[in-house]
């Protein structure tokens, strides 16, 4: 699946000349962390509500409140946002920037049309795509085993539970305990779960967990 069909779009964006109390309550009413910096149509920054936050007058320990309010008011985006944008293409893959995200540390990447604007992905937006492939709202019996990495094992899992009756809601493999077995968790439904582990036990290393998952 590629960024473009999951980024939010149209992306709320600012000026670098706005005070960062007005770019605080625009994160605010509009539920959102972070917002892209633009000028002259061109994306020049990104400032986060973290940035914000930590923002500061420096030398400002000794003021009252109100002269710290005021110099606190003078702030402008353009002096506290990240100009070295991080950034993908509509067309990267969404695994592409799940990796940027995690390898920078960073919960958002504006997405690019060459060198155009069109949107931003969040972490949350990677969420709710997690949730989707995990049939994580829908009832089934899920399980998570050790299989062998050779070829085939999947097959033959996955004949198992379809000449069953059974339907697969979800399928994922993740790294496992050695470079020779994998980690695999699916999800089904039309079967009860002693059935799924009659089916799985011989084709399986192990079985980690089996439950009823009612999608709650």
Partial sequence: MLVGKRMSHPVITISPETPIIEALNLMKREHIRRLPVIMDGKLVGIVSDKEIMNASPSGATSLSVWELNYLVSKILVKDIMTKEVITVQETDSLEKA????????????????NDQLVGIITETDL??????????????????????????????IAQAIADAGGNFIAFGQFAGETPNNRMLTFKV??????????????LVEEIEDIRLSLGD
């Fill in 127 to 156: 969420f709710k795509l997690f949730i989707e492939l995990m049939g994580a709202r829908e009832k089934g019996v899920r399980v998570t085993a050790l299989i062998s990495n050779e070829s085939g094992t999947w097959a033959k």
């Fill in 189 to 202: 439904s039309g079967l009860d779960i002693e059935k799924v582990k009659s089916l799985i036990a011989p």
């Fill in 98 to 113: 799940a990796r940027l995200m995690a390898d920078n540390k960073i919960g958002g990447l504006p997405v690019m049309r």
